[in-house]
């Protein structure tokens, strides 16, 4: 019995990708063919030792590829997004969207149906609390 074509399957959130200090590393990397380790720590704001770790796991999970070598004397790390990686980037990002858009239709549902729960503001009045808490308005 055949129950036709395959459907393709939806985006899915990466698990390696979930880590933020890793999300903000491939997505840098997206934008350029090949970035300096220096350059990467210092645009991601982490330190030498997260940055090499989330590169590392990165690396073996085939979504970056590292390369050393010296600028004269001096040696150099270069880190580059590979094929992998840019899928999988885009296939988390999209799952993120997928989450963002099921919540907004939901939300607007549940609008249009009279079934608005509490009205919630950020804690703390406009600005928002100093942790982003939300409160009953």
């Known amino acids: 019995m055949n129950a036709g074509p ?25 934008a350029c063919a090949e970035a300096e380790f220096a350059v990467v720590r210092d645009h991601c704001h982490v330190s030498d030792s997260v940055l090499s770790k989330a590169a590392s796991a990165l690396e073996a999970a085939g979504y970056v590829e590292i390369r050393k070598g010296y600028v004269g004397k001096r040696p150099r790390t270069w880190l580059s997004l590979t ?3 840019q899928f999988s980037l885009a296939q988390h990002v999209a799952a993120l969207q997928d989450i963002v858009s099921a919540a907004q239709n939901a939300g607007t549902s549940a609008q249009a149906l009279g079934g608005v ?3 919630l503001r950020p804690a703390g009045g406009p600005g928002g609390g100093a942790r982003g808490e939300m409160r009953p308005g």
Not at 7 to 29: C, G, I, W, Y
Request: zero cysteines; a negative charge.
């Open 6 to 30: 395959p459907q393709p399957q939806k985006p899915a959130l990466d698990e390696t990708l979930h880590a933020p200090s890793r999300l903000a590393v491939v997505a840098f990397l997206s």
């Open 117 to 119: 729960g509490p009205d």
């Open 83 to 85: 094929p992998a990686g």
